[in-house]
């Protein structure tokens, strides 16, 4: 069972597209369900992206990575 | 006190850490910070030091007097010195305001007083892009087609779960404009980057507003007064913002 780390939609307005700027986690590392995961940015703004669940994160997408609203960018199994 | 902090650059970007921790803490709803820099250095996010040439070109900037600082908002490299003026701005929103917590509602909220501070001083600024501007973006303060001042923001959750943004802008006030393109290009250069930005693209106020450092003591008063307008009280603890029939989103006058 996995959870996919998705961009929600509601998280910048428009039809901007965004770059992974970082992951705060390695490929592999066990997380927590809220713990920080990554960093993304559209028109010069930074945002969080958390864990949705516990377990193991797998990295999808890699750095500066474009992406767009509903991306999966990587998945907690 | 005129309301101006004086830091060094490197105090100055964790003093906006502090103020954006404050907010997510629940300790405050809206806070503003302005600082002044005693120092200089080029500032940029923290993903280009993954950039290939990074370590080459940082050694370049710092030893002509422009140390390399990371900061945690998005765009690309700023210079900071004494001739400009950073604006931080910090609000907690309402869980289920979507208007307020979109991007260009955030910057809006943050430009909105310095383009009414400017009116009030004779000047009428726009926003928009500008071609050949260091870390241009659609949410530059411009003023006669010229960057006067650039945008960005980062956004958290608070810990009751709110959106929280800390929308920044940094004002040109003294024309250092041919030093900081310089030092921008240079970096560029060294990081085998095609990117160039001109000092003709950028416009200090400075340049069309005398006393201008003596003038941005008012500044905290008029955000003060504009974010009234929009519910929002500066330093208040509660978290009644906005009041009812009062819109965090409403389109500005101004701008």
Not at chain 1, 62 to 69: F, S
Not at chain 2, 157 to 181: Q, Y
Request: aromatic letters at 6%; a negative charge; hydrophobic letters at 45%.
């Amino acid at each position: 069972m996995s959870t996919p780390i998705v961009i929600a939609d509601d998280l910048w307005e428009g039809d901007a597209e965004a770059v992974i700027t970082s992951w705060l986690v390695s490929d592999g590392a066990e997380v927590a369900a809220g713990d920080l995961v990554a960093e993304v940015m559209s028109e010069k703004a930074q945002f969080e992206i958390e864990a949705p669940a516990a377990g193991v994160l797998k990295i999808i997408e890699e750095e500066d990575a474009v992406i767009a609203k509903g991306a999966v960018i990587g998945q907690v199994e | 006190m005129n309301g101006i902090a004086r830091f060094s650059v490197g105090a100055g970007l964790n003093a906006e850490r502090a103020l954006l921790q404050r907010v997510c803490d629940g300790l405050f709803d809206c806070q503003l910070l302005l600082w002044r820099p005693t120092g200089q250095a080029l500032v940029m996010p923290g993903s280009f030091e993954r950039r290939p040439g990074f370590a080459l070109a940082s050694q370049r900037c710092a030893a002509q007097g422009w140390p390399i600082l990371l900061r945690d908002t998005g765009g690309e490299p700023v210079p900071q010195s004494s001739a400009v003026l950073n604006i931080a701005l910090a609000c907690a929103l309402p869980a289920g305001d979507e208007v307020g917590k979109r991007i260009d509602i955030a910057y809006e909220r943050l430009l909105e007083p310095l383009a009414l501070w400017l009116a009030e001083n004779g000047l009428k600024a726009g926003v928009g892009a500008v071609p050949g501007a260091f870390c241009d973006g659609r949410f530059n303060l411009t003023l006669e087609g010229r960057k006067l001042a650039g945008t960005a923001q980062r956004w958290r959750r608070s810990r009751d779960g709110r959106p929280v943004v800390l929308a920044h802008a940094a004002l040109l006030i003294e024309d250092w404009r041919e030093p900081m393109a310089d030092v921008v290009n240079r970096f560029y250069h060294a990081c085998a980057s095609d990117l160039r930005c001109q000092a003709g693209s950028h416009l200090a106020l400075a340049e069309r507003l005398a006393d201008a450092w003596a003038t941005a003591t008012s500044l905290p008063e008029c955000y003060q007064r504009v974010l009234a307008w929009q519910g929002l009280e500066l330093g208040a603890r509660a978290s009644t913002y906005p009041p009812e029939g009062l819109a965090a989103g409403r389109h500005s006058p101004l701008l």
